[in-house]
């Protein structure tokens, strides 16, 4: 497979990828983007002059994981409320006909100066997915109720239950 030496062969997507990555990196502590920022920060980075008209679209529909795919079905960016995105990780739902679909570039479809991104990706994704499953009030949740319901406790209720029938 060639390696892409040039910013002008890269795919809209694996643009799109690269700014959402840029701005998690530079940015820890935002959770999201506002379409807008993306866009903005798109403009500010350069990979494309002019900015390409589909770029906005990606952001918005083909690379948004818990969209319906129309037609582009990339997983790499997940809609956190309307007109906010970030990158998608292991664990996010997505939309069940994006299934299977690609979620980070390749290294060799990378310029070489953002490589280092998916590294940088791959700690990321794994950190935010594991202290979201701590700090998930729901997640906390599990488990919570087994010794209510253990065998002798679970007979004891029904009979409880069925003594107030007669």
Same mark, same amino acid.
Not at 7 to 14: F, P, R, S
């Given at each position: 497979?060639?390696?892409?030496?040039?910013?002008?062969?890269?795919?809209?997507?694996?643009?799109?990828?690269?700014?959402?990555?840029?701005?998690? =990196?530079?940015?820890?502590?935002?959770?999201?983007?506002?379409?807008?920022?993306?866009?903005? =920060?798109? /403009?500010?980075?350069?990979?494309?002059?002019?900015?390409?008209?589909?770029?906005?679209?990606?952001?918005?529909?083909?690379?948004?994981?818990?969209?319906?795919?129309?037609?582009?079905?990339?997983?790499?960016?997940?809609?956190?409320?309307?007109?906010? =995105?970030?990158?998608?990780?292991?664990?996010?739902?997505?939309?069940?006909? /994006?299934?299977?679909?690609?979620?980070?570039?390749?290294?060799?479809?990378?310029?070489?100066?953002?490589?280092?991104?998916?590294?940088?990706?791959?700690?990321?994704?794994?950190?935010?997915?594991?202290?979201?499953?701590?700090?998930?009030?729901?997640?906390?949740?599990?488990?919570?109720?087994? /010794?209510?319901?253990?065998?002798?406790?679970?007979?004891?209720?029904?009979?409880?239950?069925?003594?107030?029938?007669?």
């Amino acid at each position: 497979m060639p390696t892409v030496s040039s910013k002008a062969q890269l795919k809209v997507a694996d643009e799109v990828w690269i700014i959402m990555a840029l701005l998690h =990196r530079e940015q820890s502590r935002q959770a999201d983007f506002a379409i807008e920022e993306i866009v903005d =920060r798109a /403009r500010k980075e350069g990979l494309s002059q002019p900015l390409r008209a589909g770029f906005y679209v990606h952001v918005v529909q083909h690379c948004v994981a818990n969209r319906p795919p129309n037609p582009g079905r990339y997983r790499m960016v997940l809609e956190t409320s309307p007109g906010r =995105r970030r990158l998608f990780r292991k664990g996010d739902s997505y939309h069940p006909e /994006r299934e299977g679909a690609k979620v980070t570039p390749s290294r060799e479809a990378l310029p070489c100066e953002y490589r280092d991104l998916l590294d940088w990706y791959g700690v990321w994704s794994s950190t935010a997915a594991s202290r979201a499953k701590k700090e998930d009030p729901l997640l906390l949740l599990c488990g919570s109720g087994k /010794r209510i319901w253990a065998k002798e406790h679970a007979d004891e209720y029904v009979r409880r239950l069925r003594e107030e029938w007669e």
